[in-house]
């Protein structure tokens, strides 16, 4: 999976994450995983009341809630892990909780790999990589 576009410029955070998703639809059929729209630049209207509703600030891009894994997504070059997201990733990792940072869909996929090889109870499949 390639980070560059045909032009070579590199892929918006949005279509890595978006081709991810697919990929990991694909291969892990049944297996639930999700995004948490937090990310995006609102009015302070709308702001103000997704604050009231409970969305907080720093949690990570992507769930999938049957192997306690939480996926923060940056583009492949460039984009920054914010204090709120460590701050968040390591309440969540003292829970209990998986997390980690991926640097465009290629990453994301070896990470995903990497966390089905090491927690196959988790992940219930076989110790090994799925192929992309």
Known sequence: MKSLGASGEVHSEHVEQVTFINWFRRTH?????????????????????????GVVQGVPDLFVPAWGLWIEFKRAKGGRVSPEQRAVMAYLEHAGYACCVARGCAEAVELVNRFALLNPEKVGIAARPASD
Do not use: D, H, Q, W
Not at 29 to 39: D, E, M, S
Not at 45 to 52: E, F
């Open 29 to 53: 059929p049944g297996v639930l995983v999700f995004a948490i729209p937090n990310g995006g630049y609102r009015s302070a209207a709308t702001a103000g009341r997704l604050k009231a509703e």
